[in-house]
C-alpha cells in the first residue's frame, strides 16, 4: 500500500483484531485539549479519546465515523494507529 504526498495510512486495532486500515487524508476528533486535525506529514503525536467520535477522512470513501468506549491515537512517520477499546 503506497502513500502520496497528500494521504497516509490509518490502521484501526483492538485487542484481538484489526478493525479497519486504509488511506486517508484527514482525521478528526477532540481530547481533552480541545478539537484536533491529523493532516498528512503530521508529527508526532500521541492522544487519548474517550467517548468521543473519531473521523477518518478517505479521498475514495468519503468519511468514516469511529467511535469507541477509550482510544488512543499515534501518530508517527506519516501513519496513524488508533488503539480502540470497543
Known amino acids: 500500500m503506497s502513500t502520496s504526498a497528500k494521504e497516509f495510512t490509518v490502521r484501526v486495532i483492538s ?3 484489526r478493525l479497519w486500515e486504509g488511506q486517508a487524508v484527514s482525521v478528526s476528533s477532540e481530547n481533552s485539549a480541545g478539537k484536533f486535525d491529523i493532516l498528512p506529514q503530521h508529527a508526532n503525536f500521541v492522544t ?4 468521543t467520535p473519531i473521523v477518518v477522512r478517505t479521498a475514495t470513501t468519503g468519511n468514516k465515523t469511529l467511535k469507541y468506549k477509550n482510544a488512543v491515537i499515534v ?5 496513524v494507529a488508533i488503539y480502540a477499546e470497543l
Not at 48 to 51: F, L, P, T, W
Request: glycine fraction near 0%; hydrophobic fraction near 25%; proline fraction near 8%.
Open 48 to 51: 487519548i479519546i474517550k467517548n
Open 15 to 17: 485487542p484481538d483484531e
Open 75 to 79: 501518530v508517527n512517520y506519516n501513519k
